[in-house]
């Protein structure tokens, strides 16, 4: 990969993720820019920490993988990604943050988007009182039929 497309990447519609940062709270620092660039010029998808961070050395933008995490995490939390829990151990994070379900290819390690409208769920439990259900995810865990 060429290093300048990185670059490239992060300065596309910089203004927009700057005001996007701003807006969810968040400053924007060169570090948040250059990710932000990476993760959200290709349009949605699913991303690990891991994946971002060989993207960013690729296209020569200096991090560390804890900083990627932390980025992370922190768009995550200003509601810009959604963090999508496969294992205990493996986290992806999703650019679409809209109400839907995934498919977890354990073969590929890949996660793909199933619409919501593609999957009734009912007969919810009642959260303990004070509580409300924020939202539930649902994980269709898919393999190889060999």
């Known amino acids: 990969m060429d290093s300048t497309i990185?670059?490239?990447?992060?300065?596309?519609?910089?203004?927009?993720?700057?005001?996007?940062?701003?807006?969810?709270?968040l400053r924007p620092t060169r570090q948040r820019m250059s990710l932000g660039g990476l993760l959200f010029s290709k349009g949605n998808r699913h991303?690990?920490?891991?994946?971002?961070?060989?993207?960013?050395?690729?296209?020569?933008?200096?991090?560390?993988?804890?900083?990627?995490?932390?980025?992370l995490h922190q768009f995550t939390e200003a509601g810009l990604l959604r963090a999508?829990?496969?294992?205990?151990?493996?986290?992806?994070?999703?650019?679409?943050?809209?109400?839907?379900?995934h498919f977890y290819i354990e073969d590929e390690n890949r996660?793909?988007?199933?619409?919501?409208?593609?999957?009734?769920?009912?007969?919810?439990?009642?959260?303990?009182?004070?509580m409300e259900i924020a939202r539930v995810d649902v994980i269709v865990r898919l393999r190889s039929k060999d």
Not at 8 to 22: K, Y
Not at 50 to 71: F, G, K, Q, R, W
Not at 84 to 101: C, G, I, L, M, Q
């Open 111 to 130: 996660v793909v988007d199933v619409p919501a409208s593609h999957i009734s769920v009912t007969d919810l439990p009642e959260p303990p009182e004070g």
């Open 47 to 71: 991303v690990s920490a891991e994946a971002l961070h060989e993207e960013a050395v690729l296209a020569d933008v200096p991090v560390s993988l804890a900083t990627v995490y932390n980025t």
């Open 6 to 25: 990185g670059h490239i990447h992060a300065e596309t519609g910089s203004t927009d993720l700057t005001q996007r940062l701003r807006d969810a709270g």
């Open 84 to 101: 999508v829990a496969v294992e205990s151990s493996k986290t992806y994070f999703d650019t679409n943050t809209s109400d839907h379900h």
